[in-house]
C-alpha cells in the first residue's frame, strides 16, 4: 500500500499569524491478476481494460478510473466508500453487469454475472466480492474481486482472475490444461474391485518445450498440474466449487513424477508425437483410482481432472460394462 501525504495552506490572519492545515489521503493501486501476490504465474496477458467507479463516500469524493490510471486515492477516515468493477476485458472479450445480476451490495461475498452483451451461447463470468475499501478508509484497504470463467468444449476448462489492490494495473490470466487423452488402461482391479487406471496425455497442437521442471505443455509447467480422479454423480457440467470440493476432497491431487512420467515428443508407448505424461502404473501410491469401496461394474464412470492454479480441464472417462455373449473369446 503506498500511502501519500498532502499539505495545504490557510490563509493567513490580518495578525501574521497562520494555521497550517493537513490532509491525509491514501493511494490504493489496483491489479488485476490470477494470483493473490498481483504477478501472473505464466506471464499470460488476457485482459487489456477495465473501468472502476469510487462511489458512496460520505466526503462526497468520487472519481472514475480505467487501465490508464490504475488507482483510486481516498481521504483517511472517509466512510461508505464503494469501489465498483463495472467493466473489464478477458482474452479481447468486453464484459458487462449482467441485467438483473449485478451487485446488490457490493460488500464482501456479494455476486453478480457480467456477460459478452449478446453472444450466443452465453458468454458470462460469475465475479465475488473477496475485500473492499475498509469503512472507515484506512492504510490497509484492499479492493480485490475474483472471477471464474467456464468454457464447454470437448473437455470443459475453468480460469480465474483476481482484482486487488497495492499493485501497478496488470490483467493476467492463467491457462488451463490443453491435454488431449491419447489413452486410458485399466491396469489392476483391487481387493475392493475398484479399478486402476494408467492414462497417458499428449499435449494438443503444439509439441512439449522445455526440460526438467521446466517441461511445458504451451504455458503450463507439468511440474504445476495436479491430478484427480472421482465418480461421475453429477447432473452436467462442472462449476468451480464443484471443481475445487474434488481437489480438497482429494488432498490437493496427485502429482506427475517427471522423471519417470514424463514423455518428450516422440517418446512414450504408444509414441506421442507432441510429448505429453502418463500417470502412474499399478503399486504406485499415485494411481489414479476412485477412493473408498465402489467396484467397477457398479462405478464405471468417472471424471478425470487436470488443475494448475485456478484453472481446470476435466475428462469424462466411462467404462464398458461386460456382458455375456455366445460368440466366445
Not at 484492499?142 to 486487488?164: C, H, K, M, N, P
Amino acid at each position: 500500500m503506498a500511502e501519500r501525504h498532502t499539505e495545504g495552506d490557510s490563509a493567513s490572519d490580518g495578525a501574521g499569524t497562520g494555521s497550517q492545515q493537513k490532509r491525509r489521503t491514501f493511494r490504493h493501486d489496483i491489479i488485476l491478476s490470477n494470483d493473490d501476490t498481483g504477478r501472473s504465474k505464466l506471464g499470460l496477458a488476457n485482459a487489456t481494460a477495465f473501468s472502476i467507479s469510487l462511489t458512496g463516500c460520505v466526503s462526497t469524493n468520487s472519481a472514475v478510473v480505467d487501465e490508464s490510471k490504475a488507482y483510486l486515492e481516498l481521504y483517511e477516515f472517509d466512510r461508505n466508500c464503494l469501489a465498483k468493477l463495472t467493466r473489464f476485458t478477458l482474452n479481447n472479450t468486453v464484459y458487462l453487469p449482467k441485467a438483473g445480476s449485478d451487485f446488490d451490495t457490493w460488500q464482501v461475498g456479494d455476486m453478480a454475472v457480467f456477460e459478452k452483451v449478446g453472444a450466443v451461447p452465453a458468454d458470462e463470468l460469475t465475479v465475488e466480492v473477496i475485500s473492499t475499501i475498509t469503512n472507515p478508509v484506512t492504510a490497509a484497504g484492499a479492493i480485490r474481486y475474483q472471477f471464474s470463467e467456464i468454457t464447454q468444449e470437448d473437455t470443459e476448462t475453468l480460469g480465474e482472475a483476481v482484482v486487488r489492490e497495492s499493485a501497478s494495473l496488470t490483467v493476467d490470466g492463467q491457462a488451463a490444461p490443453n491435454f488431449r487423452i491419447n489413452q486410458v488402461r485399466l491396469v489392476n482391479v483391487t481387493n475392493t474391485g475398484n479399478g486402476e487406471f494408467r492414462i497417458q496425455l499428449e499435449c494438443k497442437n503444439q509439441a512439449m518445450t522445455g526440460a526438467g521442471t521446466n517441461l511445458a505443455c504451451y504455458d503450463v509447467l507439468l511440474s504445476s498440474l495436479s491430478m484427480a480422479l472421482v465418480e461421475d454423480t453429477y447432473a452436467g457440467p462442472l462449476g468451480l466449487l464443484d471443481l475445487q470440493n474434488i481437489f480438497t476432497a482429494a488432498g490437493g491431487g496427485k502429482q506427475i513424477d517427471l522423471p519417470t512420467e514424463a514423455i518428450a515428443p516422440g517418446g512414450g508407448s504408444p509414441a506421442l508425437g507432441n510429448g505429453g505424461f502418463i500417470t502412474a502404473n499399478t503399486g504406485d501410491l499415485d494411481v489414479m483410482v476412485l477412493s473408498g469401496n465402489k467396484p467397477i461394474v457398479q462405478h464405471p464412470n468417472m471424471i478425470f481432472v487436470l488443475k494448475s492454479g485456478p484453472s481446470y480441464t476435466y475428462y469424462h472417462i466411462d467404462v464398458t460394462t461386460v456382458t455375456q455373449s455366445n460368440d466366445g473369446p
